[in-house]
């Protein structure tokens, strides 16, 4: 094998994922082992392994003015150091350090800390005062200069710990691969660096952990994050194109009869966003390469008229719709929609007798405008039509898919799996996308027997970030539906302290006398010695003695799925006041007629699940009411509660969301590229974000399979390789 310090002509990050980490120096088999566990595996990875932070000397507080709870660096000269072992294997080490203003003890607990009296360190961490003196615990250690350092610099790098390796002991194996490493090469054209002011990817590498000073971290920083951003940009851009772009569609003629009898007679004019979104998938439609659009569009924006003009465009140019859902009760629920929908535009088809569906003669050539349209609700034991009365087999529904008497089918996923092939599927509406991945995307393509690849509409309620929507849905075009339909009544917002039952009794009282329902929910479902919240289980036994003569109803994820359904149906049907429940009852439930909210130790919820149980209610001519009931013990807690006060727009909601618990926490799903990123912040580095996804579309638009592009995607497999198949290209 090559040794790393042989090659003089520079190296690519490329050629030092294949060198294994064990050539640094200071790295051997044991050590290499442990670093191939935290996913360091060659030198590339070591040296994308970055510092949390720096120890800048030019920084400095004197002791005798160090603010006190603050992250701070101190430095000075160690005049004592004490061991002292405090228990079988707790070790405590003291140094008291004094820079010529004052003393600070620092205290560790790490016995192999490696500190000595008369050297000169630096500390960083929070000074505190104990028992008057001022003391620092654990802090982080640096030396500057000196016999044997590393860092001549002013600035001091600190790494997070890994394979066992704490930051000092890092620190010579990193200036050794990088020394061994550099010059490395670049494979950003310099005319984009110059266009974004990025410095080059060699002085970035060196700048990031061994800076002179802090600007040229920044610097550096900035470099590598549009790195990290460009890598992801380029692999959704390169799969949008492998997939869509340079494929052959369906192509749709757009605005026929079904498209405008539909909407004459519609009882509404639809909003401008429902315009603007619905041209725009009609535009799609009719190119020769297939759609890839995400919908989105909060609960009750009026997606669903959207989605049947669009499948009504399809089904006039001869071809089929399928519109898939997570679950079966969502996938009824648009079934159920669309079938109102078509009667109420008269376009639903007559019925026939389900003993003369069986005979094939009754599914001539007829055209769609004088037929009507026909549909299918596939689940797992049957399938449901508006064509014929009585359900019909599995099997005799997909015989109707391929032979095309079945325009439009609704169905889970399974409805393109298991050998399901259609007569010529023209479009796919996907609910929720998160669930949908790409194999199935492979699926419908070939499943689908014209050849063409379907055009492809996914839809979500969740709304999230344009940024975040760069990283998670990066390949599809995106298309927001923000204005709600008119003549809402909405609903308005409340906080109560949680303790405070007998309010919350009262106005659940008033509301049932008004002949409305309540949903009360709790984050638990039975009492917990852990977690100091409102159980549902609990709850529901509370209210059915304090309400005496109010139907109460309890609803969580441990009942039997039947049970489920049972309860949910008189709650429709108004055979019940008070649903006490868990967040079940957070995705799909349509019940007009609820118009309270309440929320037990609402601090509890996470921001997004707050925002779709206040979606629940209010959503008839009746305005709805949300109380927020909660004493909220953490910051957190507290800064959900405001937000939801503040504001109902859920991507508002959805930025503080990602303000307040970070990238890392929101989208944790390997589909993400979020999972990907180290150093860059989607929220704080949006602006470099953008930027890459404009090189990256470009370099795609400009040639897919050039130079640029391929060294991206090179890059790509080879630095996340199995970890993340999705993102590589096939
Ligand atoms: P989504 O699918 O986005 O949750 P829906 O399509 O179910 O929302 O619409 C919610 C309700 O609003 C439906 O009852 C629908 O008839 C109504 N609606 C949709 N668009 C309009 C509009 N432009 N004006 C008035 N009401 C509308
Ligand atoms: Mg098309």
Known sequence: MTDVGDQRAGRSLVYLTEVPVDRVKGIGTVRARKLNEDGIASVAHLLLHVPRRYLDRSQLFDLSSVPLGEE?????????????????????????????????????????????????????????????????KAPDVGRFGGEGSL???????????????????????????????????????????????????????????????????????????????????????????????????????????????????????????????????????????????????????GKTVVVVLALLTSVESGHQGAVMAPTEVLATQHYLGTELALEDAGLAPPLIETGAANTASLFGAEPTTTRGVRIGLFTSSKVTTNFVSGDVSRSRGIEWLQDGTIDIAFGTQALIQSGVSFHSLGIAVVDEQHRFGVEQRVVLRDENTTG???????MTATPIPRTLAMTVYGDLEVSTIKEMPPGRAGVTTETIPDAADHEIDERIRRTVAEGRQVFVVCPLVEDSDKIDARSATTEYARLRNALPGIRCELLHGQMRSDEKSAVMHRVRAGEVDVLVATTVIEVGIDVPNATLMIIRSADRFGLSQLHQLRGRVGRGEHGGACILAADPTTVEGQQRIDAMMATDDGFRLAEIDLEIRGQGTVFGGAQSGVADLRLGDILHDREILEAASLVAAEAVEADPNGPFVEAVMHEVACLFGESAQWLTRS
């Open 72 to 136: 701070v660096t101190v430095g000075g000269v160690v005049r004592h150091v004490s061991r002292r072992r405090i228990s079988r294997n707790r070790t405590m080490i003291e140094a008291v350090i004094g820079d010529g203003t004052s003393t600070l003890t620092a205290v560790w607990f790490n016995p192999y800390l490696k500190i000595g009296e008369g050297e000169e360190v630096v500390l960083s961490g929070k000074a505190e005062l104990f028992r008057g003196r001022l003391q620092m």
């Open 151 to 301: 860092v001549t610099g002013r600035v001091m790098p600190i790494y997070p710990k890994v394979g066992g390796m704490a930051s000092q002991k890092l620190l010579a194996s990193m200036d050794n691969a990088l020394r061994r490493s550099r010059p490395i090469t670049d494979i950003v054209p310099v005319e984009v660096l110059d266009r974004l002011n990025l410095i080059g990817r060699d002085e970035a590498f060196a700048g990031i952990h061994f800076p002179d000073d802090i600007g040229e971290v920044e610097r550096a920083r900035r470099r590598l994050i549009f790195d990290e951003f460009l890598r992801i940009q380029m692999a959704f851009r390169t799969r949008a194109y492998d997939e869509f772009e340079s494929q052959i569609g369906v192509q749709n003629s757009v605005e026929g009869e079904l498209y405008h009898r539909f909407l004459e007679a519609l009882p509404y004019r639809l909003t401008s966003d429902q315009e603007t979104v619905t041209a725009r998938i009609l535009d799609d439609m009719a190119k020769p390469r297939p759609m890839h659009r995400l919908l989105q569009g909060e609960v009750g924006s």
């Open 452 to 458: 063409g690849v379907p055009d492809l509409l996914l």
